[in-house]
């Protein structure tokens, strides 16, 4: 399906897509009271909102995966109902889901053209025109990933970028990104965004849904703002500030972000003497004080979270030592670390963070389950109140304490993973992105809490790769580039710039 | 009275508990409707009102014999559910008890007709279960191999060891007070002594898996394994545990066999594997791991000893009796999720009614009930 | 093997029940005996008759039939035992609560019936097929013995009998078993058991089944195979099973008692046995309906009749 | 698409080598088709006889049905699902294979194919609805439904059993006769298993239930058919049991009540022991039917070489398990060659 190549006035054109009054509820929960979008041809669109504000599921019913409770929903000036994804493909809509959707055992060409794959004569699948249309579209993108290699162990960047490959090669009038950058690093970032300026050029309607300002105004057009599954308003990019935004996202000011306070600084905590893992890291050694947070930054893949990862023991490794308080932590065993006053709140937390089919009190209590059983033996209610403790604390937004995770939206499920750690009263704690797909308000509450904490004396080691929140938040920048570290930084050295040149080690020798 | 945990089911509170209306589980119910309404309580209601319904209307069930030939019949299976549930609720599965037991009772044969005391023989052969089971751990666990494969390979290896152990022949002359003691019943109640031992084990595997950190790690674990490692579970552990816990009964169940029966031979108790499954599965424990409840698979256990047991006084042939227990099987997991679509589709529809007014995304607007809503 | 003491148990006059365990339901052999035993235990003058079983034959798969006949206070129950010991513990309690029992086909250990009865003289059994297969391979020569289970105590009692046949008959000095496999009574085992046997053993000349799965499941691969009229076979056999084989020349000759006699019989001991008009020891006689008077031998046993041998010439004139 | 702008350069950060270890993942038939090459041969120099025309031709008679099976299983695992009810369907059709020509003597070979298939895509069918539509596991289904049909089959059939005697000859000679020395039932299996293998590796349905296997989630996402693929495993894998059942009645003796109990972890063995991922989204029905074949081998092999009968059921255990712990050491050796390229490429 193709677009009408020459781009006329975009005013008096039919929306390619749009959607108005949309409502959607799971059971109890409505997701989405009054959903409204329109996506004109040959513009970016951006949809904005906090954390369960009702993007994703916005994004699901126009990908035809959930049914309309309510609403009128127009493609290209007719009404149409989806009763399956096929529907929506048929009408021109592509869609990059915030989670990545790839089989692993089928290789990467697959991948892209599952359920379409060239045939060749005989109606049988045509495996040399499918890996080459896979090479030429990789072209495009200006990435070599062999066509033939299976999907399993791909890094997530690769994978995003494969879903992007899928998405284009359905020669879709509509492209619907589900924070698609969360994952990339400010390169890939930037080629994805070449990628949609020309698909947009071509006449196509893009719907780019992103927490990062500065993206969705270097990119987009229009922007939507959302709030708890309502639309709010319109704005044309070039006639709207952040803060505006900002305030009707959340209804209300917020505090400024990166409310960093600096703490004094006490002993080390953590001492970790030139540990080695080969082929993922190599000599990696450094510090961390009571009170300091530290940053480690670097692009995607440079083995920040394996480092992180080998120092709590999840993973193995060859050679150093991991000291708390001055005494080696036993290597390989998480509940060791976690005895001695480690806490570590992961990077993907509906996989390794949280039980999602738990309830919140269950999942909030899972590390103190030895610390609460007495003679061996738990009590449920103790349980309880130990969780619940925390997650007031945090003012975690539930229904209940026994309601499962599942049920809450990303940002509150990151408080419960935060709940469950600090309910150890850990002295060293690590975070690795923290506030990945996190909105701004949960955002900067989350940062609070990381300098508040610090101020309480905790250490902390924090995993980003957001560049602001890197700079707003440390004490002090490592910097990782393939498994090394090639900087380390002061606060007050630490600068964009300095950190990027670390990163991508176009400073060769910065130690 | 104390708030129990979730899965926790205090026999006494459910039986003596209402039963308030059916509610739908989106969020989450609280507190004792939970317990009440959850799916392995559920499996105790049917249990308590078919043995009610025999007991009224099948002729001669209701008596102390009854008690004693259905439990003596019921006692390898109940055993090995034990295990079985803690090591599904991982989301990993054991289909090599039938063949430890059997492989157990080989053993024991063979040691007894070579002329060892019988104490040693029942130690080597409970030996030799632990030994079966921390195989089946080593790969599954450690190698982290898949179980279901695993598994299917040692149902082949354990008895074929029982073959290579004592051939074709069966031993039969084990000890007459031993013998005896097995099939023993405790004064006139009808419930068979060796009932006390089983019910020490349904007790310490209820307990570890209900009400210590261990046992909440394996629910942790049969969700998520990765989430499980990072809270310091220690997966590789618990899962080697959990299959010599499972070799070791299943060796206890051979020895019951083999003393029951008073026979030894390679073939005892094959095909039980099936039996004990359909029967835990059918006690509410999810084949995708991480829920369950040991009541629940006892249950389980004995709603299909019990039906069978009936079915066999009024002369009705086997064959009845498998069609009862596959379609109970299917029923128990078809029923749920077409409970489950039916409400959340009356719960759109009054949603799609009420929706103008309707704000506040994830906000929860019901708290506890459908039911309530609808006033 | 005494019958215990002729306290008749309760329930001698009027209604009498009796039920029948077989080893396994739905296996045409049983079918057969049972149908006999069904028109033996009407004519004899039961008021109830049953069949309960397992549908596999293990070994202690009957038990939980004998426990619900106990309770049901049946006064007869009739078995052919899967294993001769672990039904015992079961039939012990049974007779405690007065029932009599009856084993037929396959023996328990003896202390636990009252009388036995027994398709042949074991030893009949045994010589009959060795004979036969003798005669088809011209006195010499390698032959092996596809059997049933492995613990079948019938077919291992005839094996053995066979055994010390050709040990101790010089007349088959030339014959020599060189294996011996189990089918297991299963159709496809069986037939795998057999092929398996031909290649292991190449100048094989001839195979014995004592037991009507086996024989077919084995014929049924000679006739398809390359050693159909090289490789002799006997056994015992159904004839409705086994007359394709015997028509196309696989099979020259087979034995088998009458199965439905083997039922038959069984009633009336039952029905004697309940009536206190015998006790199960040797020398007491009871009436068996049509077929006369019958006598319980040396241990409890009681024989029904010579074993009969089919070939081409009189297996038309059999239906069963 | 009109994509008109020139791509960016390639950039150094984000070049990916391509890496020919991936291959090697694809092939995990070959080690079965190794073992089974090296049973072959060392069995034929204890014993010639192994390999003499009758012996190749039982060997490939013992096979065919367990290849048909497997291969059917195949392409249900592939989806992440299982069948347990095999055994029983197998049964059903094999007795109503035997009771059709008792029925209506005379009727038409086909017609009894065909019949036959049909029940069993009825039944496997049953499976698959149950499975989709109240979106429970296969597991705890076909567990349920090997019960309901085996009690059906008993119910039915009672003790009444087909034998040889009730089929056409012309039936019988289906697994007597040969062609080029292949059985005859042994080429309707290999037919099969080239039609299943092309249409699982080179048709967009039969990819679809790789991506199902691989990510039941995800391809929902993308719109993948998923019920009515998942629907037409159980189907197919119906058919093929039906098709086995009719063979059945064709090569043994009897059929009954008790016909084909037990097969079902066999055929899994199999499957598994050709390379097919207990957890779906990898293998290949070539693989399943090379597995079925070392599996029944080994059988044979073991009888012909002598080996105490006690044995073998203790060997195929630990073939089995074998042939688990390989594809995994193959596995992690693959991950870990990706792994150091990777790490030497970002
Ligand atoms: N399948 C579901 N069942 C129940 N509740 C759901 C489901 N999917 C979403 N929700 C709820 O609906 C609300 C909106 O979720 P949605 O995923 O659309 O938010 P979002 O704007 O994409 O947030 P984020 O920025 O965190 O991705 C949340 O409160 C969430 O908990
Ligand atoms: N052994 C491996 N095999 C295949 N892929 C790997 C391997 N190790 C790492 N990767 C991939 O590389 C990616 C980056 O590794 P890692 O998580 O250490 O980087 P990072 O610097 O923490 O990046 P981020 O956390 O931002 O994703 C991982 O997401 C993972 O998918
Ligand atoms: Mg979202
Ligand atoms: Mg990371």
Not at chain 1, 407 to 419: C, H, I, P, R, Y
Request: net charge neutral.
């Amino acid at each position: 399906m193709s677009i009408s190549p020459e781009p006329t006035v975009k005013r008096s054109m039919t929306p390619l897509l749009s959607l108005r009054g949309a409502a959607k509820a799971f059971g109890p929960v409505i997701a989405l009271a009054d959903g409204v979008v329109e996506i004109l041809p040959g513009e970016i669109h951006a949809l904005v909102g906090e954390n369960g504000a009702g993007k994703s599921t916005l994004v699901k019913i126009l990908a035809g995966l959930y049914s309309l409770d309510a609403g009128d929903f127009l493609v290209k000036g007719r009404p149409v109902t989806f009763r399956t994804v096929a529907d929506s493909k048929a009408a021109g809509i592509s869609v990059i889901y915030q989670e990545p959707t790839l089989f692993p055992d089928l290789t990467v060409a697959e991948n892209i053209f599952i359920g379409r794959q060239p045939k060749n004569a005989l109606g049988l699948i045509n495996r040399s025109a499918m890996r080459n249309q896979a090479r030429a579209l990789f072209e495009r993108l200006g990435v070599r990933i062999e066509p033939d290699r299976i999907a399993e162990g791909l890094s997530i960047a690769d994978q995003q970028i494969i879903e992007i490959a899928k998405a284009i090669s359905l020669d879709a009038s509509v492209l619907i990104m589900d924070e698609p950058t969360a994952a990339l690093s400010g390169v890939e970032v930037e080629r994805l965004f070449q990628v949609a300026r020309a698909l947009k050029t071509s006449g196509a309607g893009l719907l780019f849904i992103s927490h990062r300002f500065d993206e969705v105004f270097a990119l987009c057009d229009r922007i939507t703002v959302m709030r708890d599954g309502e639309y709010i308003t319109t704005h044309q990019t070039t006639e709207v500030t952040t803060d505006q935004i900002v305030r009707e996202m959340v209804g209300r000011d917020i505090g400024a972000l990166f409310p960093k306070v600096i703490a004094d600084v006490g002993k080390t905590v953590l001492k970790v003497s030139d540990l080695s893992r080969t082929g993922v890291f190599t000599n990696i050694s450094f510090e961390v004080k009571a009170g300091e947070i530290v940053a480690l930054a670097g692009l995607v893949g440079a083995g920040r979270t394996e480092v992180a990862r080998a120092v709590f023991g999840i993973d193995p490794y060859d050679h150093g030592s991991v000291e708390l308080h001055g005494a080696r932590v036993k290597p390989s065993n998480p509940q060791a670390a976690i005895d001695a006053g480690m806490g570590f709140v992961p990077e993907d937390r509906r996989k390794q963070g949280l039980v999602m089919d738990l309830s919140v009190a269950r999942n909030a209590a899972l590390t103190l389950r030895n610390r609460l059983s007495r003679f061996g033996l738990i009590n449920g209610t103790t349980e309880r109140r130990a969780a619940e403790e925390w997650t007031t604390r945090l003012q975690v937004k539930t229904g209940s304490q026994e309601y499962k995770v599942s049920t809450l939206s990303g940002g509150n499920q990151q408080k419960v993973v935060l709940a469950k750690w600090l309910a150890t009263e850990p002295s060293f704690l690590i975070v690795d992105e923290p506030t990945r797909g996190i909105d701004v308000g949960t955002k900067s509450e989350v940062h609070r809490l990381l300098s508040d904490l610090a101020g309480r004396g905790i250490a902390i080691l924090m995993i980003s790769s957001e560049l602001p929140e890197v700079l707003g938040m440390a004490d002090r920048v490592l910097v990782m580039h393939e498994g090394r570290i090639t900087a380390q930084l002061a606060r007050a050295d630490a600068t964009a710039e300095s950190v990027m040149h670390a990163a991508t080690a176009k400073l060769e020798h910065s130690l | 009275m104390f708030n129990p945990p979730t899965e926790l089911l205090p026999t006494a509170t459910n039986q003596s508990g209402t039963r308030t209306a059916a509610v739908p589980s989106v969020g989450g119910r609280t507190g004792i409707a939970r317990i009440l309404l959850s799916r392995d309580t559920v499996m105790i209601y049917a249990l308590v009102a078919f043995v009610i319904y025999a007991a009224l209307f099948i002729p001669r069930f209701a008596s102390p014999v009854s008690t004693g030939f259905l439990l003596l019949d019921v006692i390898p299976a109940l055993l090995i559910a034990l295990p079985m549930t803690l090591v599904i609720i991982t989301g990993e599965i054991d289909l090599s008890v039938a063949s430890i037991a059997g492989l157990t009772s080989a053993l024991m044969g063979v040691l007894w007709g070579a002329g060892l005391d019988i104490g040693p023989v029942l130690i080597i052969s409970l030996i030799a279960g632990v030994l079966a089971g921390a195989f089946n751990g080593l790969l599954v666990a450690v190698l982290g191999l898949p179980s279901l494969a695993v598994t299917i390979g040692t149902l082949a290896l354990f008895r074929g060891l029982a073959l290579v152990v004592i051939g074709d022949n069966a031993v039969a002359n084990f000890p007459p007070a031993l013998t005896s003691f097995f099939t023993s019943k405790i004064g006139g109640t009808g419930i068979p002594t060796v009932m006390i031992g089983v019910i020490l084990v349904a007790i310490i595997f209820g307990v570890v898996l209900h009400l210590t950190p261990f046992g909440r790690g394996l629910f942790a674990l049969g969700y998520s394994k990765e989430a499980a490692i990072f809270v310091g579970i220690k997966v590789v552990r618990a899962k080697f545990w959990l299959y010599v816990a499972s070799g070791s009964v299943s060796a206890l169940a051979g020895i019951y066999w083999t003393l029951r029966y008073s026979s030894a031979r390679s073939d005892n108790a094959s095909g039980l594997e099936l039996t004990v499954i359909a029967a835990v599965l059918l006690g509410g424990v999810s084949i995708f791991g991480g829920k369950g409840a040991i009541p629940g698979a006892i249950a389980g256990v004995l709603l299909i000893g019990t039906i069978n047991f009936t079915l066999r006084l009024g002369r009705i042939s086997d064959v009845v009796l498998i069609i009862v227990t596959g379609t109970l099987l299917i029923a128990s997991v078809v029923a749920p999720s077409i409970f489950e679509g039916v409400t959340k589709w009356l719960h759109a529809r009054r949603h799609r009614r009420t929706l103008p007014q309707a704000s506040a995304s994830g906000a929860t607007r019901a708290t506890a009930s459908g039911v309530q809503e609808r006033k | 093997a005494s019958g215990g003491d002729a306290g008749t148990g309760g329930g001698a006059e009027g209604d009498l029940s009796i039920t029948f365990i077989p080893k396994q339901l739905n296996n045409p052999y049983t079918d057969v005996v049972l149908g006999g035993g069904e028109d033996g235990a009407t004519a004899a003058g039961f008021a109830a008759t049953e069949v309960v079983g397992p549908l596999e034959a293990s070994a202690s798969s009957q038990v939980s039939f004998i426990n619900a006949e106990t309770q049901a206070g049946t006064s007869v129950i009739v078995i052919a035992a899967n294993d001769p010991d672990a039904v015992g513990p079961a039939l012990e309690e049974a007779r405690a609560a007065g029932a009599k029992i009856v084993a037929f086909d396959s023996d328990t250990n003896p202390k636990y019936r009252d009388v036995f009865i027994s398709q042949v003289i074991a030893k009949d059994v045994a010589l009959i097929q060795i004979e036969l297969l003798a005669e088809q391979i011209g006195g010499s020569g390698e032959i092996a013995i596809l059997s049933a289970t492995a613990n079948a105590t019938n077919q291992n009692e005839w094996i053995k009998f066979i055994e010390e046949e050709l040990a101790s008959n010089p007349e088959y000095a030339e014959i020599s078993l060189v294996a011996k496999v189990y089918g297991d009574d299963d159709d496809t085992k069986s037939f795998q058991e057999a092929q398996g046997l031909l290649q292991a053993y190449p100048s094989l000349k001839g195979i014995i089944s004592p037991t009507t799965v086996g024989i077919a499941a084995t014929a049924r691969y000679l006739s398809t195979s390359n050693y159909k009229g090289t490789v002799a076979l006997t056994g015992l056999g159904l004839p409705n099973e086994m007359r394709p084989f015997v028509k196309d020349g696989t099979v020259t000759a087979f034995a088998l008692w009458d199965p439905a006699q083997l039922g038959y019989v069984a009633a009336f001991a039952g029905k004697a046995l309940a009536d206190g008009t015998i006790t199960g020891t040797e020398g007491d006689t009871f009436d068996a309906g049509d077929l006369g008077e019958r006598e319980v031998g040396a241990d409890g046993i009681v024989i029904v009749g010579p074993p009969t041998t089919f070939n081409a010439d009189n297996i038309d004139d059999y239906d069963f | 698409m009109t994509l008109d702008t020139s791509p960016p350069a390639t950039s150094e950060t984000t070049t990916r080598r391509a890496n020919g270890f991936a291959a090697v993942l694809r092939l995990r038939e070959i080690p079965v088709t190794l073992a089974l090459i090296a049973l072959v041969t060392l069995t034929y120099m204890a014993n010639p006889l192994f390999l003499s025309q009758q012996g190749v031709k039982d060997l490939l008679l013992n096979a065919t049905i367990v290849i048909i099976l497997s291969v059917g299983q195949a392409m249900v695992i592939v989806t992440r699902n299982v069948d347990l009810s095999i055994g029983s369907i197998l049964g059903i059709v094999a007795f109503s294979t035997g009771t059709l020509f008792v029925t209506f003597p005379g009727i038409p070979i086909v017609l009894v194919f065909l019949a036959g298939m049909a029940l069993g895509a009825l039944l496997g069918s049953i499976n698959g609805c149950l499975v989709t539509v109240a979106k429970v596991p296969s597991l705890v289904i076909t567990l349920g439904t090997l019960y309901i049909y085996r009690g059906l089959n008993n119910a039915w059939a009672g003790g009444t059993q087909y034998f040889a005697g009730d089929r056409p000859d012309s039936f019988g000679a289906l697994s007597v006769d040969t062609i080029a020395g292949f059985p005859v039932i042994t080429l309707i299996a290999i037919v099969v298993v080239i039609i299943v293998a092309i249409f699982m590796a080179s048709t967009r349905p039969g990819r679809d239930l790789y991506a199902i296997g691989s990510d039941p989630e995800a391809a929902k996402l993308f719109g993948i058919p998923v019920t009515r693929r998942v629907l037409l495993a159980f189907l197919s894998n119906g058919v093929l049991a039906g098709l086995a059942g009719v063979l059945y009645a064709s090569r043994f003796n009897s059929v009954g009540a008790t016909t084909g109990t037990g097969l079902e972890f066999d055929i899994i063995a199999a499957a598994v022991v050709g390379g097919v991922a207990i957890f779906g989204g990898s293998g290949t029905v070539i693989g399943a039917a090379i597995g079925a074949l070392l599996l029944t081998t080994i059988t044979s092999a073991l009888t012909a070489i002598r080996v105490d009968k006690f044995w073998q059921q203790a060997i195929v255990g630990l073939l089995i398990l074998a042939a688990i712990v390989i594809d995994r050491i193959a596995r992690i050796r693959t991950a870990k060659k990706l792994r150091l390229s990777e790490a030497r490429d970002v």
